[in-house]
């Protein structure tokens, strides 16, 4: 007999445990469907579900450029795409509503079943893995991070690592720590790979029995090998971080995604500053101070109570032990008392170290729970005097919150309910034994997860999620203007900012926004975006200078419509004022109904590629501030000249007078314009330097005649090459060698593992043959 189950019955049981927390997982989504609402609300809808449907909408792996949005950026190294999580598969398969209807309802049930394979792992009894299966699964981390795929999917893969540490040996822990350490680092969001990956290294060092003959080197093995599966999803990223406008953030950056005192109360009352969207806490809308989605805290009732109640039973436990270090150490520094953790540039949400309360939260109520009820009737568990101590002191908090004003009174009165029912269930299951017991625990503590996460939905109106994507596709189109005016390629500008831009990637729609964690710092030097540090990432664009006949940023990104909003925006008004002063630059383009919008054609906009026959040669700084028309009385001209940082061997220098013609007969055609490629056919009357309008990153190759050539950093952040006099067909790729190298180590990766795999594999039927 193992944990209380008759060994034959243990797949049965199993079966019907992943069944029970994955049908629950499954109900807020359900419950959305039932209601009309798309599982697309907030930044869910505006930024992972566009990237993930674009991403997979074919195969990228050693590409991945998206030329659609911020001018152009490398999504194959964009943590927020996390490209290669299996979770991805549903896009590809599914249209993007059905994919994340389908993910929402996959991802807790994934953390569940995590969880319930750890708590069996240790011992714990049937009842006690379910309700801590359901804790972390419905709690409030996972709850609140329902719009952050990234987020959700480092969390999911730590129960399922301590259930190998726990439950493995030799070739078996490999593989298995290996790949749930690989699924915490292809989930994407570096913050909370750090914070996922952490805990699990902590668990094994603590009680991971690492000195125990050949265990330290298995479990170093297994991170090791994880960290080589998923070197395809992280190597790329490193080039992206450096390069990044999260780079420079300092260190003292407000954030406000910090736990507050009064947010602790959420522990037990969840609603207690607003946020509810169910008639059990009421409707009111969330604090923008920290909002639900960074800092919801909830373990669940029963599993609250369990921890009061089962303080020194933990106490006396060397796991209770340490899940209370971790579950006081993830709230204390959520709080931000030891400031961005890790200390790096460009840390924030530091409540995001809530992942180790739930974790602990869950794994605690386990152990308090095992046994018949968790009621007294074995040793070591906790007595009728505990449980009435806490249910006495969560009482009394929950009394307290309803003192705070009328929606802390409505969200108490919800909360005060499920204690009454939890009280009721406790009871009742002492009464009735452990056999029926088990289903009074998980039917109370189902309904209580529920009723909670049914309260934070993320599901939207279709006629919302429609209104969205429509809006994209109507303003940013630029449809309603004769088909010679705009090329499809001429990139658009939607002031202050548009909702949902990175929807214009599926339509390819060129647009010089979107929402993204790690902008280029080229491509935000050149818009000006440094009045905030978050400005990039979603997308403002603010800076009036871009307006000014000096400026040539936006004749240089191509971007050829502006549509702007009356009134709401400072560059945007600096070109209605250029346009009344009579600059030919920007003219009027509105159609007959343009509702809130206004138009503008900028006339000076470059095409995709041209040549020139002069480089002057001058520092970064120097060409960026030329560019920005920073420069008064600089006569700088980008149809006839580049900027470069160094002397190029073909191309005229600074030292030439007047530019060089190269004559009638040259010209650019473009060949093809892929989303990773870029062909062109070049006829060069002498030597000449041909410019591009597409951003230059590390990992862009280019070919002339079928010779590689080096690709140069022009006009501070553009991509060039080098030709002869004569005719030429020049080609561009993006092919990263960070990703390559990715590829292959994560290839080798997968043959170790199945090694490793065929290892245990034979060893255990070796093993049971002997027996």
């Not at 981390?141 to 795929?149: D, N, R, S």
């Not at 007595?383 to 002191?393: D, E, I, N, Q």
């Not at 017991?437 to 209580?448: E, I, K, L, N, Q």
Request: charged share 15%; with cysteine; aromatic share 8%.
């Amino acid at each position: 007999m193992t944990n209380g189950y008759p060994r034959a019955r243990q797949p049965a049981r199993w079966v019907a445990d992943v069944a029970i927390v994955s049908l629950s997982a499954a109900a807020p989504v359900l419950i959305e469907r039932l209601r009309g609402l798309e599982h697309a609300g907030s930044d869910l809808g505006t930024l992972f579900l566009p990237n993930f449907a674009w991403w997979w909408g074919r195969s990228r792996w050693l590409g991945g450029w998206n030329p659609w949005i911020f001018g152009g950026y490398p999504s194959n190294a964009d943590p927020q795409v996390c490209q290669f999580h299996p979770l991805g598969v549903l896009y590809a398969a599914l249209s993007p509503l059905a994919a994340a209807a389908v993910d929402g309802i996959l991802t807790p049930a994934l953390a569940a079943i995590g969880m319930v394979a750890y708590l069996r792992a240790i011992g714990c009894t049937r009842a006690a893995s379910i309700v801590g299966g359901l804790s972390f699964g419905l709690g409030g981390f996972l709850t609140g991070q329902a719009p952050h795929p990234p987020h959700m999917r480092a969390a999911i893969a730590v129960p399922w690592a301590l259930a190998a540490i726990e439950s493995l040996e030799g070739p078996a822990l490999i593989v298995g720590l290996g790949a749930s350490t690989a699924a915490m680092l292809v989930s994407g969001h570096p913050q909370m790979i750090t914070y996922a990956l952490g805990l699990t290294a902590v668990y094994a060092v603590w009680l991971g029995r690492p000195t125990a003959r050949g265990r330290a080197r298995a479990l170093g093995a297994g991170f090791l090998l994880g960290a080589g599966l998923a070197a395809a999803a992280w190597l790329p990223m490193v080039p992206l971080v450096l390069g990044s406008t999260r780079a420079s953030w300092g260190p003292g950056l407000a954030d406000p995604a910090r736990l507050a005192p009064g947010d602790v109360l959420r522990l037990i009352v969840p609603f207690a500053d607003g946020g509810a969207a169910s008639p059990l806490y009421g409707r009111a809308p969330a604090p923008l101070r920290c909002t639900l989605v960074e800092c919801s805290d909830y373990p669940g009732m029963l599993p609250w109570l369990a921890f009061l109640a089962g303080l020194r039973v933990l106490l006396s436990d060397q796991r209770g032990r340490f899940w209370i270090v971790i579950g006081a150490s993830g709230i204390i520094l959520a709080t931000g008392v030891a400031g961005p953790v890790p200390p790096v540039r460009g840390i924030r949400a530091v409540s995001r170290l809530l992942l180790w309360w739930n974790v602990a939260a869950a794994a605690s109520a386990g152990l308090v729970l095992s046994g018949a009820g968790g009621l007294g009737a074995r040793a070591g568990a906790p007595g009728k005097r505990a449980w009435a101590l806490a249910f006495t002191l969560t009482l009394a908090i929950i009394a307290a919150v309803g003192t705070r004003g009328a929606v802390a009174r409505r969200a108490a009165l919800g909360s005060a309910a499920v204690l009454g029912a939890t009280g009721v269930a406790l009871v009742a299951a002492r009464r009735a034994g452990a056999a029926i017991g088990t289903w009074v625990f998980v039917s109370a503590t189902a309904a209580d997860l529920i009723a909670f996460a049914g309260s934070m939905s993320v599901g939207i109106p279709r006629t919302a999620y429609a209104t969205t994507r429509d809006s994209v596709a109507s303003v940013a189109s630029g449809s309603w203007l004769p088909s010679s005016t705009l090329d499809r390629l001429d990139r658009r500008l939607v002031l202050p900012l548009l909702l949902g831009s990175d929807w214009a990637s599926l339509d390819g729609i060129p647009l010089l926004q979107g929402y993204g964690a790690l902008v280029s710092a080229r491509f935000a030097g050149l818009l000006g975006q440094g009045g905030h540090p978050g400005d990039p990432e979603v997308g403002f664009v603010s800076d009036p200078g871009l307006a000014s006949p000096a400026s040539h940023v936006l004749d240089l990104l191509r971007c050829r419509l502006i549509a702007t909003v009356a009134g709401a925006s400072e560059l945007g008004e600096a070109i209605e004022s250029q346009a009344r002063t009579g600059d030919a630059r920007w003219q009027p383009a509105g159609p007959a109904s343009a509702g809130p919008f206004r138009y503008y054609l900028n006339r000076r906009a470059r095409p995709v590629a041209w040549l020139v026959h002069r480089v002057r040669i001058v520092p970064d700084e120097t060409a960026l501030r030329l560019v920005r028309g920073a420069l008064p009385g600089d006569d700088f001209e980008p149809a006839r000249e580049a900027l470069c940082s160094h002397p190029l061997g073909a191309v005229r220098g600074s030292g030439v007078d007047a530019p060089v013609d190269g004559g009638d007969a040259e010209g650019v055609t473009i060949v093809e314009y892929a989303e990773d490629a870029l062909d062109v056919r070049a006829w060069a009357g002498t030597d000449a330097l041909l410019v591009t309008s597409e951003l230059s990153y590390p990992g862009w190759r280019a070919t002339v005649d079928g010779e590689a050539v080096p690709v140069v950093t022009v006009n501070a952040a553009f991509r060039a090459v080098e030709l002869p006099a004569g005719a030429h067909s020049v080609r561009f790729r993006y092919r990263p060698r960070t990703g390559a190298a990715g590829v292959v180590i994560g290839a080798v990766s997968v043959l170790a593992a199945i090694t490793c795999g065929t290892v245990a594999l034979w060893s255990g039927r070796g093993s049971a043959s002997r027996r």
